[in-house]
């Protein structure tokens, strides 16, 4: 770690708050995601064989477009948060009878209590409403010695590496097995590190941040993860209007193990031969 870089953070995060005062403040924090598409959209254009109706695929290269860029809401005080999608109606579009849906799906509400040092969120399977509980791990951010303006706060920059779980790699060598006997549909990619970017500004006192990201001297103000990347477009703080925050509570609790488990069982149970997910009505 560089130890100029932390000296810098802790007297901007000193002075921060003095600034604040010593009175309890809360804060809300607007986020907007932009998914990176590119090696999603051609592997479906591929299989699905769109190349020789560039309609079709325009619909399509839109509509990911479209499901992938959503809004977000963080709320927080010093010790808890709770990040959690906007949800907006979309508007009916006119066309020419033709039209292109895209869904990704996303975990529900996510809540931290570093007093507690617990994390709490929402999550499904297939309807059925779960609340996933685990223990705070603090992330081992890398700081770097690098500066930047997003909007008014200056942010610091940091890197953190998520390696390789036991899950993927199992995934993976699953695939690999079946792949022998019969060509899937939709390829696996091998399971690489992650690097995540992010940059924080001690301005903003708290240790927390967008989706499962927090652990930083300062709020997390964007996050690049390779996949997807999270921005920040809008900060309020206060230290007049308290916000309550309320962690989830629709659900049975579950580690996320178990979990992990159930969610395997129940994909497997609805799966052709060729792995993809059959839905009966």
Not at 208 to 220: E, K, Q, R, S, V
């Amino acid at each position: 770690m560089n130890t100029n870089l932390t000296k810098r953070a802790l007297a901007v995060l000193l002075l921060a708050t003095s600034v604040i005062t010593a009175q309890e403040f809360h804060g809300k924090a607007e986020y907007f995601s932009k998914r990176i598409m590119k090696k999603v959209t051609e592997q479906v254009t591929e299989k699905i064989e769109m190349k020789n109706n560039p309609e079709l695929q325009g619909l399509l290269e839109e509509a990911m477009k479209k499901a992938s860029e959503k809004q977000y809401v963080l709320i927080f005080n010093k010790i808890e948060c709770l990040y959690e999608e906007e949800q907006k109606l979309d508007k009916p579009e006119a066309n020419n009878g033709m039209s292109v849906t895209v869904s990704f799906s996303s975990a529900g509400k996510k809540y931290l209590n570093l007093k507690d040092k617990n994390s709490i969120v929402e999550d499904n399977i297939f309807g059925k409403e779960f609340l996933v509980v685990e223990p705070l791990v603090k992330p081992e951010w890398k700081l770097i010695d690098e500066t930047k303006k997003i909007g008014e706060y200056n942010c610091f920059k940091a890197e953190l590496v998520i390696p390789v779980s036991e899950k993927q790699k199992k995934e993976y060598e699953e695939f690999l097995k079946k792949e022998e006997k019969k060509p899937a549909l939709f390829k696996i990619e091998k399971p690489e590190d992650k690097i995540v970017t992010a940059w924080y500004s001690p301005e903003i006192p708290v240790s927390f941040g967008p989706d499962n990201y927090w652990g930083l001297p300062g709020l997390i103000l964007e996050v690049n993860d390779g996949d997807n990347m999270l921005l920040c477009s809008k900060v309020v703080l206060t230290n007049k209007e308290k916000t309550e925050i309320k962690a989830p509570t629709n659900g049975k609790k579950i580690t996320q193990k178990k979990f992990d488990e159930i969610l395997k069982k129940k994909t497997e149970s609805m799966q052709n031969e060729d792995g993809v997910i059959i839905f009966q009505q």
